[in-house]
């Protein structure tokens, strides 16, 4: 594929299951080499800089994966001051575990996610969209100028999914951060994102802004997947129907 992101650029990424989507994001993330072809960063190739530079132009990375990897014995303050791990020194991130540095500003990020009152919370007795909404707050806090997001909606309902989304796109332009975003949900994509990026078996299928992606282009890209374009789960097949087995249980 052959793709340029502009600085402050807002895009979401579709396709189906297998795509290459979450490899793009590693890929943008400077988290996996390329096998073929180049990658530029601010027009710079990551994997020919030194150590330390490698380091440093990660800092200026936010990667999200759909499953945060957040302690589940941390509290939600200090999982959400990790964003700026990336430009803390060491004995400044060793003490922000014990004494987290700046409390408001993760009040005011997990406010923008309606969840300011779980600031003192161990992580391990939030629900699971509760976890994605701390893991997605940290972009507000972290001093990257592309987020990259995977499939930030999974364990979200439409109401918080759509708040999510306006947050994430008003934070990035308010920072003037780039905005890239994986996205299963494609009525979601195409209202709130102005360009799409479709994905198939690895490569590029369209790179078009929204307002031209039609029914047939997503026909195209979803087929032989169109349950994931309805959004709903497919019906198993009747030679995979498997016999309930009963559940025996022993009480003492």
Known sequence: MNLQVARGEQLAVIGPSGAGKTTLLQLLACALPPDRGSLRLDGQDPWALPRRELQALRGRLFLAPQVPPLPPRQRVVTAVLAGRLPAMGLLASVRSLFYPADIPAAHDALEHFDLADKLFERVDRLSGGERQRVGLAR????????????????????????????????????????????????????????????????????DLPSAQVTPALLARLYEQHEHELRGDAPLPQPDDAVAPQPVVMHCR
């Open 139 to 206: 972009a507000l806090v972290a001093p990257a100028t592309l987020w990259l997001v995977d499939e930030p909606l999974s364990a979200l309902d439409p109401t918080r999914s759509r708040q999510a989304v306006a947050t994430l796109l008003g934070g990035a332009a308010e920072r003037g951060a780039t905005l890239v975003a994986t996205l299963h949900q494609v009525d979601v994509a195409l209202a709130h994102f102005p360009r799409i990026v479709g994905l198939r078996d690895g490569e590029l299928a369209f």
